[in-house]
């Protein structure tokens, strides 16, 4: 019999006909409080969305609010065959320096001069190219200067097809970071690459360099310079043709058959040098080793 009460009772908490009640409420009590979680959750995503509204009205679509950045930019390198920033190659082996060249010819693609001419402007040397809004009234998109394929030189592609890799003689791409506001340089200094040997740890105390295996370097642009023309950048929706700048680093009579060990790195009167702590900040490693014996 008691097994039948409790039945009975769960079967009256379910549904009381007598009351009229489903689940302990009346029909009007259960209307009530679904109208009460509804104007509740209303007022909640109303709010959500006023504040995302609000906070909206402050950004800019151009330009982000804050920057939190290194006070030096990284560089990077091309071609980078993989994450190590090793470049390995034989010369008598053609499928092995090929694929440089090609990442090289994809790289440089949209610098072809026909295609800058199309997208870019002329723009004054050796001074920053500083377009400012007026007021309220956005100067976008932003005008970009010309950066032609031919002012890499030998290391264009276009005269040396294969970018001096099956001669010994490589050749090496060197870009920086974009920062958006970035002015590289004060009193008409430009910033400049160099390429040099890296310091690299051998033993538990002792530490070594390929000086003696680099070689001559020639550099194009001369001097390899980031001309201030295509400073500031202004960020990617601003200034949508935007060309970063490019230096490209000839290696003329690098050791042949062993692990040269090199670095580049950024020079500028108002760049801080970088720490060891990061390894990236104004410079960039890599290891190059061009085999001539099969």
Same mark, same amino acid.
């Given at each position: 019999m008691a097994k039948d009460g409790e039945k009975g009772e769960w079967k009256e908490f379910i549904w009381n006909p007598r009351t009229r009640e489903f689940l302990g409420r009346t029909a009007s009590s259960w209307g009530l409080i679904l109208l009460?979680?509804?104007?509740?959750?209303?007022?909640?995503?109303?709010?959500?969305?006023?504040?995302?509204?609000?906070?909206?009205?402050?950004?800019?679509?151009?330009?982000?609010?804050?920057?939190?950045?290194?006070?030096?930019?990284?560089?990077?390198?091309?071609?980078?065959?993989?994450?190590?920033?090793?470049?390995? !190659?034989?010369?008598?082996?053609? +499928?092995?320096?090929?694929?440089?060249?090609?990442?090289?010819?994809?790289?440089?693609? $949209?610098? %072809?001069?026909?295609?800058?001419?199309?997208?870019?402007?002329?723009?004054?040397?050796?001074?920053?190219?500083?377009?400012?809004?007026?007021?309220?009234?956005?100067?976008?998109?932003?005008?970009?200067?010309?950066?032609?394929r031919t002012f890499l030189g030998d290391c264009s592609g276009i005269d040396e097809r294969y970018y001096g890799y099956q001669q010994g003689k490589p050749c090496i791409i060197i870009k920086l970071n974009r920062v958006i506001g970035l002015l590289p340089g004060k009193n008409g200094?430009?910033?400049?690459?160099?390429?040099?040997?890296?310091? !690299?740890?051998?033993?538990?105390? +002792?530490?070594?360099?390929?000086?003696?295996?680099?070689?001559?370097?020639?550099?194009? $642009?001369? %001097?390899?310079?980031?001309n201030l023309m295509y400073y500031p950048y202004y960020g990617k929706k601003a200034q949508v043709n935007y060309s970063q700048p490019l230096v490209a680093v000839k290696f003329m009579n690098i050791t042949a058959n062993q692990d040269v060990n090199i670095e580049c790195k950024i020079n500028a009167n108002n760049i801080p040098i970088g720490s060891e702590r990061d390894k990236f900040a104004g410079r960039v490693s890599f290891k190059l080793r061009i085999n001539t014996v099969n």
């Open positions: 009460f979680y509804l104007i509740f959750y209303i007022f909640l995503a109303g709010l959500f969305a006023l504040t995302m509204y609000v906070m909206l009205q402050t950004l800019d679509d151009h330009k982000p609010t804050w920057q939190d950045r290194l006070s030096t930019p990284g560089m990077v390198i091309r071609p980078k065959a993989d994450e190590s920033f090793e470049i390995v !190659y034989n010369i008598h082996n053609t +499928e092995s320096w090929d694929m440089y060249a090609q990442a090289l010819d994809k790289f440089l693609a $949209p610098y %072809n001069n026909s295609i800058q001419a199309q997208k870019n402007d002329e723009c004054h040397p050796d001074q920053y190219f500083v377009q400012e809004d007026s007021g309220d009234v956005k100067n976008n998109p932003k005008r970009s200067c010309q950066f032609n200094q430009a910033p400049y690459v160099t390429c040099g040997a890296k310091r !690299y740890k051998v033993g538990k105390d +002792e530490w070594k360099e390929d000086s003696d295996k680099i070689g001559e370097l020639v550099y194009f $642009p001369p %001097n390899g310079t980031f």
